[in-house]
């Protein structure tokens, strides 16, 4: 189970794996990452870029795939995750599980979001 802390509640998602995207707040492309999330913490797997430029190139394993640069990460588990929201970039972070849909974060200036493991 994963728990979202934003804006003075905390909402719990029944799911191990969730997907982030976001745009780059200086090139306006998008990223995404793949994470679990269990007992050890939160753990990313995957990103994909759609470009690069200021301070966002893709690490030397990426593959160009239909467009965006994919890679695979080899990370220890962190145990939480703040996500910055600063109103600044257009949009928030979306949020992805499967079974529960996508939702999004942080759209509108304020507190930081944090996302953590948080038991079964």
Known sequence: ?????????ITTIAASLF???????VEKTRWE?????????LTVLQGRIEGSGAGMEPP???RLEDGAYVYRL???PIPELVLAASGATGGGWQFCSE?????ELGRDPGAPI????CGK
């Open 19 to 25: 997907t982030l995207t976001w745009t780059h707040s």
């Open 1 to 9: 189970m994963i728990c979202i802390a934003a804006g003075g509640k």
């Open 99 to 103: 079974g529960t849909g996508c939702v």
């Open 33 to 41: 990452e793949t994470w679990r999330a269990g007992p050890e913490g």
């Open 74 to 76: 080899d990370r220890a």
């Open 60 to 62: 030397p394993n990426a």
């Open 114 to 117: 944090h996302l953590r493991w």
